[in-house]
C-alpha cells in the first residue's frame, strides 16, 4: 500500500543508497484462515528474523527519510496513538494492535478489492514495491537476518511467481483442513462487512474503498450468503489446492517445508523444530516457544453443504496432507 503523492519526507532522494535484497528470505504462505498468523508470529518471536511491520506497510514511501532525520520513533508514537481507536487488538483475530506488529507484505502489492471468486489470477504478479521494501528493510537492517515474509494471497497460485522473482527464496506452506479453511473465510467476510474494520481500513485501501461503494458492498455481503457464491469460493480453494500439488514438486527440497496446522497446534515445539533443520534457519533450541490456543468453531450448515456434496473434488489434496474427509477424523 504505498501512499499517495510523494511528500518532502519520501524516501525519493534516499533510493540510489540501497543495495541487493536480504540474503535469505522466508515466505510463508497458506490459505486464508489456515493460521498463517499464528505461525509468522511465533516466529518472529524467536527473535532471528527481521519481518514487515504496521509502520513497514504504512510508512513504506518514508522508511529511509523517517531514519536518516530521526522521525522514526515519533512516527510510531504517532501511529501508537492513532491505533488506540482501534480498539485492543485487530478485530479479525485475537492479534494485539501495535505498529511494530508483523503484517503481511500484500498489502503492500494489492491494488484493488481482494476477491477470491474472481476467474483470473488471483496471486500477485507485480514484486517490484516488494524488492524494494525487501532492500529497505535490508539498508536498515545491516545486521542480517533472515527476512521473513508472509503472505496468504500468493499461496493461491503464486508461489512459483515468488520463486521466479526471488530465486534464492525460501518457503514455509502452512495447511489447516479444508472444511475448517472454508467455513473459517465465510464467518471471516460475514463480519468484515458488517461495519469497517479500522485497522485493516488503515492498512488496506481496497477494503477501505469497498465502503464508498454501496452497491460493491451489497454484493459481496450476498456472495456470503448465497449458494451460488459459497460455490465459487470453494472453487477458488479447489484449484489452490489444486496448483499447490502440481507445482510443489518444481520446488528443491531444500527451499521448502510444509506442515499442518494441527499439528502445529498439538506438538508446537516439534514442527518449529522441523521448519528450523529442514531450512537450516538460524534458531536455537531454547527460543522455540509456541503456545496456540485453537478455538473450535462451529461449522455453517449451507457451508458444509456445499462441502459435502463437493468434497471429492480435493481428495487428492485430502490424501497428500493424510486429512479426512471431515475434519474431527483426522
Request: net charge neutral; aromatic share 10%.
Amino acid at each position: 500500500m504505498p501512499g499517495g503523492p510523494l511528500s518532502e519526507n519520501s524516501d525519493e532522494a534516499h533510493l540510489g543508497k540501497l543495495g541487493s535484497l536480504p540474503d535469505r528470505l522466508i515466505f510463508l504462505l497458506g490459505p486464508h484462515r489456515s493460521g498463517t498468523t499464528y505461525l509468522h508470529q511465533a516466529l518472529v518471536d524467536t527473535g532471528a528474523f527481521d519481518y514487515i511491520s504496521y509502520y513497514d506497510l504504512v510508512e513504506f514511501d518514508r522508511l529511509i527519510s523517517n531514519h536518516e532525520t530521526g522521525r522514526r520513533e515519533a512516527v510510531i508514537q504517532s501511529l501508537s496513538e492513532e491505533m488506540e481507536s482501534f480498539g485492543p487488538t485487530r478485530g479479525i483475530d485475537h492479534m494485539a494492535i501495535n505498529p511494530l506488529h508483523a503484517e503481511e507484505y500484500g498489502f503492500l502489492l494489492e491494488k484493488r478489492y481482494h476477491n477470491i471468486q474472481q476467474i483470473s489470477h488471483i496471486s500477485n504478479t507485480d514484486f517490484e514495491p516488494l524488492k524494494t521494501l525487501c532492500r529497505k528493510k535490508r539498508f536498515l537492517s545491516p545486521g542480517q537476518k533472515p527476512l521473513i515474509l508472509k503472505n496468504p494471497v500468493d499461496f493461491y497460485d503464486g508461489f512459483i511467481r515468488i520463486s521466479e522473482n526471488f530465486p534464492a527464496s525460501q518457503f514455509i506452506f502452512i495447511h489447516r483442513h479444508p472444511l475448517t479453511v472454508f467455513n473459517s473465510h465465510i464467518l471471516f467476510w460475514r463480519n468484515l462487512i458488517k461495519s469497517k474494520n479500522p485497522w485493516l481500513a488503515k492498512i488496506d485501501r481496497s477494503y477501505d474503498a469497498v465502503f464508498d461503494s454501496p452497491k460493491l458492498l451489497q454484493a459481496i455481503h450476498l456472495s456470503t450468503l448465497s449458494s451460488r457464491g459459497l460455490q465459487l469460493v470453494f472453487e477458488k480453494f479447489c484449484h489452490a489446492y489444486d496448483f499447490y500439488l502440481s507445482h510443489i514438486g518444481l520446488l528443491a527440497s531444500d527451499r521448502a517445508v510444509s506442515l499442518r496446522y494441527e499439528d502445529l497446534c498439538k506438538t508446537p515445539r516439534d514442527v518449529l523444530r522441523r521448519i528450523v533443520r529442514k531450512l537450516d534457519l538460524p534458531i536455537g533450541e531454547e527460543r522455540l516457544d509456541a503456545r496456540p490456543s485453537p478455538r473450535k468453531t462451529a461449522i455453517l450448515p449451507e457451508v458444509e453443504r456445499i462441502y459435502r456434496a463437493n468434497s471429492g473434488r480435493i481428495e487428492p489434496y485430502l490424501n497428500h496432507l493424510h486429512y479426512s474427509i471431515m475434519p474431527n477424523e483426522s
